[in-house]
């Protein structure tokens, strides 16, 4: 871990800044202060931007926030917000946004940025939400959730959506913390973190965590319900281990974050044709993710200027076990692997121009060392495969806003990508008006892109070389309206309409020479509508209500999308009793959804309870149960998996007591 | 450090460290050598501080500074102003892009030179324990406690009581003292 050492280096130097002590601004009197003469610097650039005046709807799920409604996971976040909902497959956990949950899609079309860099790996483009993430929640200071098509400022995977995850600075905790939780299902969480700001603008913030869970022991399929296959029932078939560290260093006008997070769970569904409730060798896979990056921005005579790098290691390793005829090997092992190393390089730069004008600009690189992927089998006479690429892409982008009246704001970019196979430019406009006050209305107009990943390109080895990438336009109208100061509503009504979807199909119709194989191609076009309310009211004791109800219609060639909910109603209610505890209550609603098999899962609803109580000056306990009323609900499966629904974990209740030791 | 070479870095350096700079400016005040505006307001902001008392407020938690994330001037005093204490208290800088995230800061300093937006905010963070403090014209009479204005080549500021009694803020007569003070009455059109 060299860069532990770095890390451990550089707050040594730090520190050894700190101890020339800071200089104490406060000790000039004022009435000094009003005695010095101004000088006259050029200077002001971009501005704080009210959520109502953002080219997108965007929701804002803050730190304090994930820790009072109990999140224990990006899924959980995202699954309390407008609009979005969450599939489990008992390995990973799939975004649904805006009607969209295509089976089989490991969350590609939605980019994840941490600290506004991608996370979204190299290899299968997978925005890692569950547990897989790597990242301790109790480090997250905010998450931003932007809906809508992207591309215009990020590029590819901006496609439905960008959620944004800003991590914890060393000033805002302030202090050491330690805590541990334990759980039903054999869940054990023990997590450290510690931060502080330090003198001449030195932030550090670091933070190390293990979760241990068995998961639930018996799971039942009703698909393996044969005498032969354990009647069903999985065995403790639902492990999953996670440990994750984290470090952010800020000096002056650089930033640099190392992290780093391993997961390992076992698949208790017998994916891609696996043996049913195999022991000895259980199905399972491991996701290890690192990232380092620095940043640096600086003002320059008006112009902002962010310069940032970064370097990102993902690693793959699924185990698969097949029944096997041959007497010497009883269980054929499948060992699929992965493994994307890039490393990326950006500029952004942005200032204000005359006439009520902001602009920025930018550009990023990225170059993709690694995009390997393999497989071998136990059974040495069966051949594996070892696919080795690398590639690059590169793109730059433009952005400006004009206010050409005090109630009237245009919002508009391009960027350009540049792939080895193709290059694209995608547009992004707005208007938004603002009529009095506290209220506003926009018209957004969006496009955006997902290019084939390295998975979809390589393979399955067969796919035709002229993979295009997917195409999305979408237009939005959203009313914002503030009344007062403790009430804010949103109205939404949007049609976004997808093309050249890349899909998994049997490619006998494109070509003779590769019947009976399968592969990607582009095919298919999905067309969504969709309305969405929501109030929100937040008193100022600290109560919050959010609720939410959305409507929408996901269609492919007018048949209704699979594992798409017409309906959702969300709502979450805050108290916060005395000075520090804090209850919380959420209620979260899905309506119907096709299966594969084009049957139907019933609507789920799930209630789900968490508290904070302080016992001491130091200590504090919390609690939460989720799923409170043991709702037995199931998602729909993809098509690697023989049961067409996927059951869901029930009730489930942690504890947990935290240490805080306050710095002064 | 003597006045002279202080002056001297000072000219070197564009404002390595507020510190210098100030010992630089209050050295030379009677031969007016001029301190950089945005130095200068993070001295205010400082001060305004140190003269303010918020209710309810644990005495030993930090306080929380919110700078705009965007603004140069916001670089300026987050560079400044990391790690200081004042009256005991640690002041944490937060950096903040999206009007939501002001709702817990207990300083809010606000350079937003367009009035929609800034009555946007100033009404999300009306009746906060907070103190909001601008440099933008007019922006005390429309609800900011504090307003650093320039007059005569100097800082001045406004503090309107209003805004301060609807924020439970107390701040210390010493700074009232030295402030035009302001009336929601006395509230004109933004510019």
Same mark, same amino acid.
């Given at each position: 871990?060299?860069?532990?050492?770095?890390? +451990?280096?550089?707050? !040594? /130097?730090?520190?050894?800044? %700190?101890?020339?002590?800071?200089?104490? @601004? #406060?000790?000039?009197? =004022? *009435?000094?202060?009003?005695?010095?003469?101004?000088?006259?610097?050029?200077? +002001?650039?971009?501005? !704080? /931007?009210?959520?109502?005046? %953002?080219?997108?709807?965007?929701?804002? @799920? #803050?730190?304090?926030? =994930? *820790?009072?409604?109990?999140?224990?996971?990006?899924?959980?976040?995202?699954?309390?917000?407008?609009?979005?909902?969450?599939?489990?497959?008992?390995?990973?956990?799939?975004?649904?946004?805006?009607?969209?949950?295509?089976?089989?899609?490991?969350?590609?079309?939605?980019?994840?940025?941490?600290?506004?860099?991608?996370?979204?790996?190299?290899?299968?483009?997978?925005?890692?939400?569950?547990?897989?993430?790597?990242?301790?929640?109790?480090?997250?200071?905010?998450?931003?959730?932007?809906?809508?098509?992207?591309?215009?400022?990020?590029?590819?995977?901006?496609?439905?959506?960008?959620?944004?995850?800003?991590?914890?600075?060393?000033?805002?905790?302030?202090?050491?913390?330690?805590?541990?939780?334990?759980?039903?299902?054999?869940?054990?969480?023990?997590?450290?973190?510690?931060?502080?700001?330090?003198?001449?603008?030195?932030?550090?913030?670091?933070?190390?965590?293990?979760?241990?869970?068995?998961?639930?022991?018996?799971?039942?399929?009703?698909?393996?319900?044969?005498?032969?296959?354990?009647?069903?029932?999985?065995?403790?078939?639902?492990?999953?281990?996670?440990?994750?560290?984290?470090?952010?260093?800020?000096?002056?006008?650089?930033?640099?974050?190392?992290?780093?997070?391993?997961?390992?769970?076992?698949?208790?569904?017998?994916?891609?044709?696996?043996?049913?409730?195999?022991?000895?060798?259980?199905?399972?896979?491991?996701?290890?993710?690192?990232?380092?990056?620095?940043?640096?921005?600086?003002?320059?005579?008006?112009?902002?200027?962010?310069?940032?790098?970064?370097?990102?290691?993902?690693?793959?390793?699924?185990?698969?076990?097949?029944?096997?005829?041959?007497?010497?090997?009883?269980?054929?092992?499948?060992?699929?692997?992965?493994?994307?190393?890039?490393?990326?390089?950006?500029?952004?730069?942005?200032?204000?121009?005359?006439?009520?004008?902001?602009?920025?600009?930018?550009?990023?690189?990225?170059?993709?060392?690694?995009?390997?992927?393999?497989?071998?089998?136990?059974?040495?006479?069966?051949?594996?495969?070892?696919?080795?690429?690398?590639?690059?892409?590169?793109?730059?982008?433009?952005?400006?806003?004009?206010?050409?009246?005090?109630?009237?704001?245009?919002?508009?970019?391009?960027?350009?990508?540049?792939?080895?196979?193709?290059?694209?430019?995608?547009?992004?406009?707005?208007?938004?008006?603002?009529?009095?006050?506290?209220?506003?209305?926009?018209?957004?107009?969006?496009?955006?892109?997902?290019?084939?990943?390295?998975?979809?390109?390589?393979?399955?080895?067969?796919?035709?070389?002229?993979?295009?990438?997917?195409?999305?336009?979408?237009?939005?109208?959203?009313?914002?309206?503030?009344?007062?100061?403790?009430?804010?509503?949103?109205?939404?009504?949007?049609?976004?309409?997808?093309?050249?979807?890349?899909?998994?199909?049997?490619?006998?119709?494109?070509?003779?020479?590769?019947?009976?194989?399968?592969?990607?191609?582009?095919?298919?076009?999905?067309?969504?509508?969709?309305?969405?309310?929501?109030?929100?009211?937040?008193?100022?004791?600290?109560?919050?209500?959010?609720?939410?109800?959305?409507?929408?219609?996901?269609?492919?060639?007018?048949?209704?999308?699979?594992?798409?909910?017409?309906?959702?109603?969300?709502?979450?209610?805050?108290?916060?009793?005395?000075?520090?505890?804090?209850?919380?209550?959420?209620?979260?609603?899905?309506?119907?959804?096709?299966?594969?098999?084009?049957?139907?899962?019933?609507?789920?609803?799930?209630?789900?309870?968490?508290?904070?109580?302080?016992?001491?000056?130091?200590?504090?306990?919390?609690?939460?149960?989720?799923?409170?009323?043991?709702?037995?609900?199931?998602?729909?499966?993809?098509?690697?998996?023989?049961?067409?629904?996927?059951?869901?974990?029930?009730?489930?209740?942690?504890?947990?007591?935290?240490?805080?030791?306050?710095?002064? | 450090?003597?006045?002279?070479?202080?002056?001297?870095?000072?000219?070197?350096?564009?404002?390595?460290?507020?510190?210098?700079?100030?010992?630089?400016?209050?050295?030379?005040?009677?031969?007016?050598?001029?301190?950089?505006?945005?130095?200068?307001?993070?001295?205010?902001?400082?001060?305004?501080?140190?003269?303010?008392?918020?209710?309810?407020?644990?005495?030993?938690?930090?306080?929380?500074?919110?700078?705009?994330?965007?603004?140069?001037?916001?670089?300026?005093?987050?560079?400044?102003?990391?790690?200081?204490?004042?009256?005991?208290?640690?002041?944490?800088?937060?950096?903040?892009?999206?009007?939501?995230?002001?709702?817990?800061?207990?300083?809010?300093?606000?350079?937003?030179?367009?009035?929609?937006?800034?009555?946007?905010?100033?009404?999300?963070?009306?009746?906060?324990?907070?103190?909001?403090?601008?440099?933008?014209?007019?922006?005390?009479?429309?609800?900011?406690?504090?307003?650093?204005?320039?007059?005569?080549?100097?800082?001045?500021?406004?503090?309107?009581?209003?805004?301060?009694?609807?924020?439970?803020?107390?701040?210390?007569?010493?700074?009232?003292?030295?402030?035009?003070?302001?009336?929601?009455?006395?509230?004109?059109?933004?510019?």
């Amino acid at each position: 871990m060299r860069w532990l050492f770095v890390v +451990a280096l550089l707050s !040594l /130097q730090a520190t050894v800044a %700190a101890a020339q002590g800071p200089p104490d @601004v #406060t000790r000039v009197d =004022i *009435e000094d202060l009003m005695r010095i003469e101004v000088e006259r610097v050029f200077g +002001a650039s971009e501005r !704080l /931007q009210p959520v109502t005046e %953002a080219p997108s709807s965007v929701s804002i @799920v #803050t730190g304090d926030e =994930i *820790e009072r409604y109990g999140y224990r996971t990006l899924a959980d976040v995202l699954r309390s917000v407008r609009g979005f909902y969450i599939s489990n497959d008992r390995n990973y956990s799939y975004i649904g946004a805006r009607g969209f949950a295509r089976p089989g899609d490991y969350n590609t079309r939605v980019l994840l940025l941490l600290n506004g860099h991608r996370v979204n790996d190299s290899v299968y483009d997978q925005a890692p939400i569950g547990a897989e993430l790597g990242l301790d929640m109790a480090m997250i200071e905010r998450v931003e959730v932007i809906r809508g098509p992207a591309s215009s400022l990020y590029g590819t995977s901006a496609f439905f959506a960008v959620v944004n995850v800003t991590t914890r600075s060393g000033g805002s905790m302030n202090g050491l913390s330690a805590g541990v939780e334990a759980g039903t299902h054999g869940t054990t969480v023990a997590r450290v973190s510690g931060g502080r700001q330090f003198a001449d603008g030195v932030d550090l913030a670091v933070s190390g965590s293990l979760q241990r869970s068995e998961g639930e022991q018996h799971i039942h399929f009703p698909a393996f319900d044969t005498p032969a296959t354990n009647n069903g029932i999985a065995d403790g078939l639902d492990r999953e281990h996670v440990g994750s560290v984290y470090a952010r260093l800020t000096a002056g006008n650089f930033a640099f974050t190392a992290a780093s997070g391993s997961r390992k769970k076992y698949v208790p569904t017998a994916s891609y044709g696996t043996i049913f409730n195999e022991q000895e060798i259980p199905e399972q896979t491991t996701d290890q993710r690192a990232v380092l990056m620095g940043e640096y921005t600086r003002t320059l005579a008006g112009t902002r200027l962010a310069l940032d790098g970064a370097y990102d290691w993902y690693d793959y390793d699924g185990i698969y076990p097949y029944p096997s005829d041959d007497p010497g090997f009883p269980v054929l092992i499948n060992s699929d692997a992965a493994q994307g190393i890039r490393w990326n390089a950006g500029v952004r730069l942005s200032r204000a121009l005359p006439g009520r004008q902001t602009i920025t600009g930018g550009g990023i690189f990225y170059k993709n060392l690694r995009q390997n992927m393999s497989y071998s089998y136990s059974d040495p006479s069966i051949e594996g495969a070892d696919l080795f690429h690398s590639s690059r892409h590169s793109g730059i982008y433009v952005q400006d806003e004009i206010r050409l009246f005090p109630w009237l704001l245009l919002n508009g970019g391009i960027r350009y990508d540049r792939y080895e196979q193709f290059g694209r430019a995608t547009p992004r406009g707005a208007v938004i008006v603002s009529p009095w006050s506290g209220s506003s209305l926009k018209y957004l107009y969006g496009e955006a892109f997902r290019a084939p990943n390295s998975y979809e390109l390589y393979y399955y080895g067969t796919t035709p070389p002229d993979l295009q990438p997917e195409f999305i336009r979408t237009h939005e109208v959203v009313w914002e309206q503030y009344l007062g100061e403790w009430l804010r509503t949103s109205a939404s009504t949007y049609r976004y309409a997808v093309s050249q979807l890349i899909t998994f199909q049997s490619l006998e119709s494109e070509s003779e020479t590769i019947q009976g194989q399968w592969g990607f191609v582009n095919d298919g076009a999905i067309d969504a509508n969709g309305l969405e309310l929501e109030a929100e009211m937040r008193t100022k004791d600290g109560l919050q209500v959010l609720t939410s109800y959305v409507l929408q219609e996901a269609t492919q060639a007018e048949t209704l999308l699979t594992n798409s909910p017409r309906h959702m109603v969300k709502a979450r209610l805050g108290v916060p009793i005395g000075r520090r505890a804090f209850a919380s209550a959420e209620w979260q609603m899905m309506g119907e959804r096709h299966t594969l098999a084009r049957d139907t899962v019933d609507a789920a609803s799930v209630v789900n309870v968490t508290t904070h109580w302080p016992i001491a000056r130091r200590l504090s306990l919390t609690g939460s149960i989720a799923n409170l009323f043991d709702q037995r609900y199931a998602d729909p499966g993809s098509d690697e998996h023989v049961p067409d629904v996927i059951p869901q974990i029930g009730r489930a209740m942690r504890i947990g007591v935290r240490w805080d030791l306050q710095g002064r | 450090m003597t006045p002279f070479a202080a002056q001297h870095t000072v000219g070197r350096v564009w404002c390595a460290g507020l510190a210098m700079c100030l010992a630089a400016g209050i050295s030379v005040v009677g031969r007016a050598q001029p301190v950089p505006a945005s130095a200068l307001k993070s001295a205010f902001v400082m001060n305004f501080i140190k003269f303010t008392e918020w209710r309810d407020v644990d005495a030993a938690a930090p306080i929380k500074l919110c700078l705009p994330a965007e603004e140069t001037i916001g670089d300026v005093m987050a560079q400044t102003m990391r790690g200081q204490s004042v009256n005991g208290r640690r002041v944490s800088v937060h950096r903040i892009a999206a009007v939501d995230a002001v709702r817990d800061c207990q300083v809010l300093f606000l350079t937003e030179r367009d009035p929609q937006r800034l009555r946007t905010i100033l009404a999300a963070a009306n009746h906060a324990p907070m103190l909001t403090v601008s440099d933008v014209e007019r922006s005390a009479s429309y609800g900011a406690v504090i307003e650093l204005y320039e007059e005569g080549g100097r800082l001045r500021f406004a503090i309107n009581i209003d805004s301060m009694e609807r924020s439970r803020i107390k701040v210390s007569s010493r700074l009232l003292d030295l402030a035009k003070i302001v009336r929601d009455a006395d509230r004109q059109p933004l510019p």
